[in-house]
């Protein structure tokens, strides 16, 4: 080893100390802000990575932001919230539009509206989301903040989007109330199903799309199904439709979509630790943790995955 590698290795070796040492400060303040409920330990193997530094900056930013509603948060920023019936369709469209864009010069988006009057969407948001409390997190151009119309879960939501908002395939093969579907050429459903009972598994992958086909109501159907059905034969597929349904639950930030998301991340786990690669589940589950260090509903699940004991709030 020449002398510039040993120096260069010497100065990756000093960062890695420094930033222990960075880590345990952070972590040791988290346990100050939760009162000692928060539990901080675990594997050692990563406490010198970036990743495990940047998530307990994100977990110590989110405890110590206010809690607020979005609301009040507008009243602040001087957009004034009269009660929709106080309003013309002309000036609720002007100010429903004033609201969005306010929404979005703090980081907050709107999904799934197109199916509502405008005079709905407002009263909607005037008489229900803008007056959910949240923690009100400094604007970061890295990050944002979702709001879907239709992100609860519930049938109700799902006939909605395929109504209006799933492609032509998505609503042809089932209607969500019945499970009866409509007939459609190839009846791609079908073909799952009969290549799964016949343990055709190439042909299950190729019917379903493969992982990386768009998603839909009717894909996350059968996506339990495919996964459970090609784990052995073909893991990476079944891994990668597992994930896809996960974050798909995660993006919905509903602690009953977390506790969906957590069943499809065990199922995983087992399949990487009987494959022998238990580095690789670790890896997704650091990643994780940093992508929802803001959610500590989805932390509480993913520390149950990994036989922890904590919690990231007290319970309401």
């Known amino acids: 080893m020449t002398d510039d590698e040993q120096q260069s290795e010497l100065s990756r070796e000093l960062e890695k100390t420094d930033r222990r040492i960075r880590i345990e400060r ?16 675990g594997s050692e193997e990563d406490e010198d990575s970036p990743v495990v530094e940047e998530f307990w900056e994100r977990v110590l930013e989110f405890e110590k932001a206010p809690r607020g509603t979005r609301f009040a948060q507008l009243h602040e920023a001087g957009v004034a919230l009269p009660p929709p019936d106080s309003l013309s369709d002309a000036e609720l469209h002007g100010k429903l539009w004033e609201v969005i864009n306010k929404l979005a010069e703090m980081r907050v988006f709107l999904y799934h509206t197109d199916h ?30 979702h709001l879907d119309i239709i992100g609860s879960g519930s049938e109700a939501d799902i006939a909605i989007g395929l109504k209006y908002y799933d492609d032509e395939e998505e609503r042809a093969l089932v209607v969500p109330e019945t499970k009866v579907r409509y007939r459609s050429f190839p009846d791609t459903a079908t073909l799952i199903e009969i290549a799964i009972r016949e343990k055709r598994h190439d042909d299950v992958l190729r019917w379903y799309g493969g992982p990386g086909k768009r998603g839909g109501y009717w894909q996350d159907h059968q996506g339990e199904a495919v996964a459970a059905a090609v784990q052995e034969t073909h893991p990476d597929a079944a891994l990668a439709i597992w994930l896809r349904m996960a974050k798909a639950q995660i993006a919905m930030t509903k602690p009953a979509a977390y506790q969906t998301a957590g069943a499809c991340l065990a199922k995983m786990q087992a399949v990487y630790r009987r494959t022998g690669r238990t580095a690789e589940w670790d890896r997704l589950i650091t990643a994780l943790r940093a992508e929802n260090a803001r959610k500590p509903r989805m932390i509480e699940v993913l520390d149950g995955l990994e036989g922890k004991r904590s919690r990231i709030l007290a319970p309401p």
């Open 26 to 41: 952070l972590k040791k303040e988290a346990e100050e802000i939760s009162g000692g409920e928060m539990v901080t330990s």
């Open 116 to 145: 509502l009057s405008d005079r709905e969407l407002y009263a909607l948001l005037w008489d229900g989301l803008l007056r959910e409390e949240t923690v009100i997190m400094p604007p970061d151009p890295g990050s944002a903040c």
